[in-house]
Nanobody, 123 residues
Framework: QVQLVESGGGLVQPGGSLRLSCAASGTIFRINIMEWYRQVPGKERELVATITNDGTTNYADSVKGRFTISGDNAKRMVYLQMSSLKPEDTAVYYC?????????????????WGQGTQVTVSS
């Protein structure tokens, strides 16, 4: 069984910075993709940033130039460095890993989610 645990959320002033962390544990053969999502009340969960196991990154337009995703596949961790934070960034942030748990190709890879961590940007 794979479990993801997040940390680093909290209250921050507009223009401030936070770094979120997410660590995976359990039976993991290979992590293919590590991602961060966020969700606010009344809205759909949106993809914020993605990193593959070769280091390729992608970002939502709303966070480009302000957020940086990084990962350490060997340590089974992903990070989200958030700078120049705005009130619009207030949300619950979730990490998601796409993981293959077996070396056998006929065993399907699966998505796993963290429990979420609250980020509040307010003066």
């Amino acid at each position: 069984q794979v479990q993801l645990v997040e940390s680093g959320g909290g209250l921050v002033q507009p223009g401030g910075s936070l770094r979120l962390s997410c660590a995976a544990s359990g039976t993991i053969f290979r992590i293919n993709i590590m991602e961060w999502y966020r969700q606010v009340p009344g809205k759909e969960r949106e993809l914020v940033a993605t990193i593959t196991n070769d280091g390729t990154t992608n970002y939502a337009d709303s966070v480009k130039g302000r957020f940086t995703i990084s990962g350490d596949n060997a340590k089974r961790m992903v990070y989200l460095q958030m700078s120049s934070l705005k009130p619009e960034d207030t949300a619950v942030y979730y990490c998601k890993f796409n993981i293959r748990t077996s070396p056998w190709t006929f065993v399907a890879k699966s998505d796993y989610w963290g429990q979420g961590t609250q980020v509040t940007v307010s003066s």
